[in-house]
């Protein structure tokens, strides 16, 4: 048994959780990344994404039980023995409203045929100087466009896959 550490998710409107976990799995703006007990100190962007949470029951046979949240960006802070993620928008899968981010994939990917994915705005005059627009990264999509279709099918998507639901693509 991993040794547990302390997990607190927070977002404006509450604190989502806060407990004692195993394991931490997400996806940062370095990618996936999975925190343990007494993990090297780190701080980054959180990606749109699901946070599997390997929890500590506080039964008498101490199992752990794995949970799912969706995060829609963020940033995690990690010491020694603790990880704190903060979120403007966070949600438990067990409180997401299936058929409600099913319409809501629907529509961003109609959004999404339209609108292209987000790309980092070039400064004016700098394609005549060979620079030109970049595909944001994932977390920079939920930090910098969280407004475009592209974050919003990636929002469905994570809702839907938090509630343990696979989305059609």
Do not use: C, W, Y
């Amino acid at each position: 048994m991993a040794t547990p550490f302390q997990l607190e998710i927070v977002t404006p409107e509450r604190v989502l959780f806060s407990g004692a976990v195993d394991e931490l799995s997400m996806r940062t703006d370095g990618g996936e990344i999975a925190f343990l007990a007494r993990h090297e100190d780190f701080i980054g962007a959180v990606d749109i994404t699901v946070a599997k949470l390997s929890v500590v029951e506080t039964s008498a046979d101490t199992e752990s039980s794995t949970r799912l949240v969706a995060i829609h960006g963020g940033f995690v802070h990690v010491d020694q023995e603790h990880v704190t993620i903060l979120a403007g928008i966070a949600e438990l899968g067990s409180e997401i409203d299936v058929e409600r981010a099913r319409r809501a994939l629907s529509a961003a990917e109609e959004r999404l045929v339209t609108e292209g994915p987000a790309t980092r705005p070039v400064a004016e005059g700098a394609e005549a100087e060979g620079e030109s627009s970049d595909r944001l990264s994932g977390a920079m999509v939920a930090l910098l466009a969280p407004e475009s279709a592209e974050a919003a099918v990636a929002r469905a998507r994570v809702r839907l896959e938090a509630a343990g639901v696979a989305s059609t693509n």
